[in-house]
């Protein structure tokens, strides 16, 4: 089969030729679109990336000047930034949104369910700026504490190696970004879970497996969509402006303690780019930064959504 | 009665200990949100208590007036012009798309358009922000001139719109989806051309799922701050008198206030979390009693 007849949907008559050609414009705007973002971003980051070259993303320095040609621009603690807390925020979420799908599916009595659905429901659609506002203002303080106890008892495991004074740090934006993948993280699980066949279920328990033995067997069945809602989860985080860039602190600053304030890509433009029209790279330097987060997301995305794919193909092939 | 297996009993007690555990995790999970919806409506419904309902919703904020701390309106009505613009120019392109990947769902260019839509709607949200600040922002700063101008409502919606389209889409193509084969027979058989089947009888067949789609893009579009942060140009005190012109947001203003030093901006600031959370939650509502009616 050509690649024609793979990619066209087959027409018998003239009347889907028409109903084909009126919608026509929808694959060819989704590709303009994607093609232009892509493009924007990376016109935009010309500027920066011609001057520095690949430095603008292994360098840590932010030197605005007057005068262009001292002005250095380097996003590696902001890159650094993104993924570290993003990686946080996975292994916050994980053991939450597997007990979460789990109990959803086999714990909470079927009155129940309706209402902890909602809550779900309710936690995914919750603005994250709302996740911002009380994690500044709540969450911030909670994790000074912890993160100050844990340091003063264990502080020579590296992750706890130092103080905070304010709680805006790497580990406050990693348990906040948790807390706030949850739910999608959750979502993808429970409908996984719930997707396992009987026969599965009855072969378990007619071993004499106890529930939560039954239960391990059944997580294992649907690891891969364990895997790949992580992985959502996790571009999800990477994502996230607005809440990230309250609770972080905003320094350009590379450090694996928790305690010590950071920075994300996201939080650096959002942080930045008022600044950024008054100096002749500043601008360029954030769209490098938009083209990194990109370029992560796009590879960590793909992977995620490839996995679920392949997974949903499996199960209808064995159906 | 107590098995003689120690085996067996060492077994039940890992079963009670680890379903605790998991019961425990699972409660841990929610206990974020109930504090969260617990502190938004004690610490909103304080700070609107301050100036009266009406007052808080319509009138422009004075955060640094002890005695009338105002409100929010002309951020309400930023926020009331940016749905409705973004589901205006949105939802009909969506719906549009949501059709093109439901009906050609076995060739590979509608599966190729779904998998690019999934991928949109993980799409960094501040990026789509940048997208529409270059786009559209910029070449009208150039036209006007000065840094500052160019700002406006109507690039605030656009890039809302680009990012509830790729979901509202996929929802509509599920929804679509789920309409019975019979019907589209029986509309083809009365002599309706593709386009009326699709259009008059399997969109108003899908009517629900459809709006569900919608509601829930819509509540994801007001919720959003970071695609406003390049495009909408901020601006709380003075209402909005176009869609042309620079505005603010609810989200928006919530994020500046909560940054500033004074508390009278931080009241202000959760007091306005109250009214996008009861917006938004009101809407995801809403919509849950659609899809249960749906299933009756």
Known sequence: MGLRERLLPRLRSRDDRVFFLVHLPVPVIVFMLLASMLAVILYMSLPILEREGLRVFTSNV????????????????????????????????????????????????????????????????????????WGLTYLAPLMKTVLNTLHEHLGWIPFFSKPTLTGLSYGTAGVLLGIMVVPYAAAVIREAYSMIPWHLREAVYSVGATRLEAIRVLLGSVRPSIVAALVLAMGRAMGETVAVSLVIGNSLNIDVALGSPGTTVSSLIASKFKAAAYYEYMM?????????????GLAVNT????????????????? | MEPRDPSLRRRRLLDRLGLAVLAGLAGAALLPLLHILYT??????????????????????????????????????????????????????????????????????????????????????????????????????????????????????????????PYVAVQVSEALRGVPRELREAAFSLGASRLKTVYRVLLGVARRGILVGVLIGLAKAAGETAPLLFTIGGGFEAYPRSP?????AVPLLIYEYIQQAQPGYHQLAWGASLVLLALVSGIMLASRLLVRRVRL
Do not use: C
Request: hydrophobic content about 55%; aromatic content about 8%; proline content about 6%.
């Open chain 2, 244 to 248: 042309l012109q620079h505005g603010g």
């Open chain 1, 62 to 133: 932010w030197r605005p000047s007057d005068d262009p040609a001292r002005e250095e621009y380097g996003l590696l603690a902001a890159i650094y930034g993104t993924v570290y807390t993003s990686v946080i925020a996975v292994l916050v979420a994980a053991p939450l949104a597997v007990s979460l799908a789990v109990a959803i599916e086999e714990l909470v009595p079927r009155r129940l369910r309706g209402a902890v659905e909602v809550l779900v429901d309710l936690m995914a659609a919750t603005p994250t700026i709302v996740y911002g506002v």
């Open chain 1, 284 to 296: 360029s330097a954030l769209f490098a930064g938009g083209l990194a987060l990109f370029l992560i």
């Open chain 2, 40 to 165: 938004v409506a004690v610490n909103g419904a304080a700070a609107i208590a301050r100036s009266g309902l009406v007052e808080f919703l319509t009138a422009p904020p004075r955060p640094l007036d002890p005695e009338n701390p105002g409100g929010i309106g002309p951020a309400l009505l930023g926020s009331l012009w940016l749905i409705a613009l973004s589901a205006a120019i949105g939802v009909p392109l969506a719906v549009f798309a949501g059709v093109f990947i439901a009906e050609f769902r076995r060739a590979g260019l509608s599966r190729l358009v779904l998998l690019l839509s999934l991928l949109l709607v993980e799409f960094p949200t501040i990026l789509v922000g940048l997208y529409v600040y270059t786009v559209y922002v910029l070449p009208r700063q150039r036209a006007t001139g000065g840094v500052g101008e160019g700002y406006s409502l109507l690039a605030g919606a656009l890039a809302l719109a680009l990012v509830m389209m």
């Open chain 1, 303 to 319: 992977l995620g959504i490839l996995y679920i794919r392949r997974w949903e193909e499996e199960m209808h092939g064995a159906a």
